[in-house]
């Protein structure tokens, strides 16, 4: 069965919008349902009638989505949409410096894996920190850290009068590896594998590429996220105007 075309080409429905994104109208019924969209204006029958409006924030929350994962873009858009833009902006930030960090790690299990791999590895302090400190420094749930230890990712020791278990500069380089892996999409027999190459310090190969190729990863998201923020932008500036006119 063939749709029957709106007559007035300034109105979507459900299916036109899905059209040019490869979605579901349904999925697009969804996103107004749920907030992500403006709500749509209603026909005598019930049918939504969207409008270009809507089509610009379609097109913005699939952008956000690629550099900042539905969940966060969901909030964006959510914001965006009854008027709280300064929580779209922080959850934007939240993004960039989650980007950063991630950044920062990959610099530091480069220079580490570097050091494993030199001739002269450089002298490391040896004070060891409880799990709460690194689950902490990781932003990461204890639970998270003692799950990769039953998998073999981690390694601690235990403190002889307390048993509690203790991280080592070392199992910190894992622990940090480890997490940069994970939001990678590694799995954790994966993780075992590398960090056990890294600790034997004779197999730098495979670490190197899952370095490279996240490093790529973080690129692409960085070069998404500017996407992302353009059809923000764009979406932000037609709301605001539609606003100005008291539509």
Not at 63 to 81: F, K, P, Q
Not at 92 to 119: C, F, K, P, S, W
């Given at each position: 069965?063939?749709?029957?075309?709106?007559?007035?080409?300034?109105?979507?429905?459900?299916?036109?919008?899905?059209?040019?994104?490869?979605?579901?109208a349904?999925?697009?019924?969804?996103?107004?349902?749920?907030?992500?969209?403006?709500?749509?204006?209603?026909?005598?029958?019930?049918?939504?009638?969207?409008?270009?409006?809507?089509?610009?924030?379609?097109?913005?929350?699939?952008?956000?989505?690629?550099?900042h994962?539905?969940?966060?873009?969901?909030?964006?858009?959510?914001?965006?949409?009854?008027?709280?833009?300064?929580?779209?902006?922080?959850?934007?930030?939240?993004?960039?410096?989650?980007?950063?960090?991630?950044?920062?790690?990959?610099?530091?299990?480069?220079?580490?894996v570097?050091?494993?791999?030199?001739?002269?590895?450089?002298?490391?302090?040896?004070?060891a920190?409880?799990?709460?400190?690194?689950?902490h420094?990781?932003?990461?749930?204890?639970?998270?850290l003692?799950?990769?230890?039953?998998?073999?990712v981690?390694r601690?020791v235990?403190?002889?009068?307390?048993?509690?278990?203790?991280?080592?500069?070392?199992?910190?380089?894992?622990?940090?590896?480890?997490?940069?892996?994970?939001?990678?999409?590694?799995?954790l027999?994966?993780?075992?594998?590398?960090?056990?190459?890294?600790?034997?310090?004779?197999?730098?190969e495979?670490?190197?590429?899952s370095?490279?190729?996240?490093?790529?990863?973080?690129?692409?998201?960085?070069?998404?996220?500017?996407?992302?923020?353009?059809?923000?932008?764009?979406?932000?500036?037609?709301?605001?105007?539609?606003?100005?006119?008291?539509?």
């Amino acid at each position: 069965m063939t749709a029957t075309e709106p007559s007035n080409p300034l109105v979507r429905r459900p299916v036109d919008l899905a059209r040019a994104h490869g979605l579901s109208a349904q999925a697009v019924r969804n996103y107004e349902r749920d907030g992500v969209l403006p709500p749509a204006q209603r026909t005598p029958n019930g049918y939504r009638r969207f409008t270009e409006l809507h089509v610009t924030a379609l097109r913005a929350y699939l952008a956000l989505i690629t550099g900042h994962g539905y969940a966060a873009s969901g909030e964006i858009m959510r914001a965006v949409n009854r008027g709280d833009i300064d929580t779209a902006l922080r959850t934007i930030d939240q993004g960039h410096a989650l980007l950063q960090r991630d950044r920062e790690t990959l610099d530091a299990v480069e220079t580490a894996v570097a050091t494993l791999t030199g001739t002269s590895p450089q002298p490391r302090s040896q004070k060891a920190v409880p799990i709460s400190v690194l689950a902490h420094r990781l932003g990461l749930q204890p639970a998270t850290l003692r799950k990769w230890e039953r998998a073999g990712v981690l390694r601690p020791v235990r403190d002889p009068v307390t048993h509690y278990r203790l991280y080592l500069p070392d199992d910190v380089r894992d622990a940090e590896l480890a997490h940069l892996l994970r939001r990678g999409g590694y799995r954790l027999d994966h993780i075992t594998g590398v960090l056990r190459r890294v600790r034997d310090a004779g197999g730098a190969e495979p670490l190197a590429a899952s370095l490279g190729q996240w490093r790529q990863r973080l690129t692409e998201r960085g070069r998404a996220m500017l996407t992302g923020a353009a059809r923000l932008a764009e979406y932000v500036e037609a709301a605001a105007v539609l606003s100005i006119r008291g539509e």
